[in-house]
């Protein structure tokens, strides 16, 4: 199944989850915890025999450089893929520890899982954002699509040179992943209520492995 037919059905998979605890329960912060559990399961369920990392909770950048380190020495025999695969975890982590709408102890939340295929991996991240955060990305995302390799250079030249109080500073490290991967960025924002204030923005990457 392809990145489109898969996040599809897992958006409307998502979209009735979340609906039905919101009916169920009353606690905000229980909601969004069962919430995430229930995109990690339903990750686990599409590519049960593919996964070779993941996790899911609030996203302490030092925890996840640790766990990235730990990934990136299992998951190639290349030691530039690995390094690839380092930066590009990290990037993602760092996005949801910054940007998650959600968070627990002054930390964002949010879930990365990581699959490996016969000729690559694919390291999808996933957490909460709101409305103008989701029109940022997904006009950034679009913009990254379009430009090949020494366009983005030019572009992460120029958002490096921002002062980091402008609005156009944010998302770098989208930049960064397309330049790292090599390859364009799969996303989807799936609304998370009627009024489509809060989204759970997808972000999928694939990464090549080394030739042999």
């Not at 989701?134 to 990254?144: F, G, S």
Request: charged residues 25%.
């Amino acid at each position: 199944m392809n990145f489109i037919n898969k996040y599809t059905s897992l958006a409307a998979s998502l979209k009735f989850n979340f609906r039905e605890l919101m009916e169920k329960t009353e606690s905000k912060e229980t909601v969004i915890k069962e919430w995430h559990k229930a995109v990690f399961d339903l990750f686990k369920f599409m590519d049960s025999h593919n996964i070779v990392g993941s996790y899911i909770g609030p996203f302490d950048k030092y925890i996840l450089i640790s766990i990235a380190r730990s990934m990136q020495n299992k998951i190639s025999d290349s030691l530039t893929q690995s390094k690839k695969f380092f930066k590009i975890f990290v990037e993602l982590a760092s996005n949801i520890a910054y940007y998650s709408h959600e968070k627990e102890n002054g930390q964002g939340t949010g879930l990365i899982v990581i699959n490996e295929y016969e000729d690559y991996f694919r390291i999808n991240a996933g957490n909460i954002i709101d409305a103008k955060s989701k029109e940022h990305i997904q006009n950034k995302c679009r913009l990254i699509n379009k430009l090949n390799h020494q366009e983005l250079r030019q572009l992460r030249r120029y958002l490096l040179r921002l002062p980091a109080y402008n609005e156009n500073s944010g998302n770098v490290g989208l930049v960064q992943i397309a330049l790292v991967s090599n390859s364009k960025l799969n996303y989807l924002f799936i609304p998370l209520n009627k009024e489509k204030t809060l989204y759970f923005y997808i972000i999928s990457v694939k990464l090549m492995k080394a030739t042999k």
